[in-house]
C-alpha cells in the first residue's frame, strides 16, 4: 500500500508563487508514476503534472513553464512548484501515484487534496 499526504495549499495573488508538497509513504518503489492532479467546480479532474520513475515528465499544456514538478531521491517527498499562479489555477491539487503490480496489474493511489485559491 502507498499512503500521500499533501501539504501547501493557500490563497495567493495573481502572479504569485506557491509550492506542493506530497508526502510518500509505503511501498514507495512500487510507485512508476507520481503526478499532480486538480479539479475546479464543475469541472472534471485534470492531470497538472506527472513524472515517471525514468525522469520523464509531462504537463498540463497551461502550466508549462510556470510548474515544475520534482521527487527527493528518497521518493518520498513529490513537490510542484508553482510560479506565475494564475485564477485559473484555482483548485483542489491531488496526489496521485500509479503502482505496478506483478501481471501488468496497477493500482492507483490518491491524496486528499490540498486547496489552491489564485486572486485576480
Known amino acids: 500500500q502507498v499512503q500521500l499526504v499533501e501539504s501547501g495549499g493557500g490563497s495567493v495573488a495573481s502572479g504569485e508563487s506557491l509550492t506542493l508538497d506530497c508526502a510518500i509513504s509505503?511501498?514507495?518503489?512500487?510507485?512508476?508514476?507520481v503526478g499532480w492532479y486538480r479539479q475546479s467546480p464543475g469541472k472534471q479532474r485534470e492531470m497538472v503534472a506527472t513524472?515517471?520513475?525514468?525522469?520523464?515528465?509531462n504537463y498540463l499544456e497551461s502550466v508549462k513553464g510556470r510548474f515544475t514538478i520534482s521527487r527527493n531521491n528518497a521518493r518520498t517527498m513529490l513537490t510542484l512548484q508553482m510560479t506565475n499562479l494564475k485564477p485559473e489555477d484555482t483548485a483542489i491539487y491531488y496526489c496521485?501515484?500509479?503502482?505496478?503490480?506483478?501481471?501488468?496489474?496497477?493500482?492507483?493511489?490518491w491524496g486528499q487534496g490540498t486547496q489552491v485559491f489564485v486572486s485576480s
Open positions: 513524472l515517471r520513475s525514468d525522469g520523464t515528465t
Open positions: 509505503g511501498s514507495i518503489f512500487s510507485l512508476y508514476v
Open positions: 496521485h501515484g500509479i503502482q505496478g503490480l506483478a501481471y501488468g496489474r496497477e493500482n492507483e493511489f
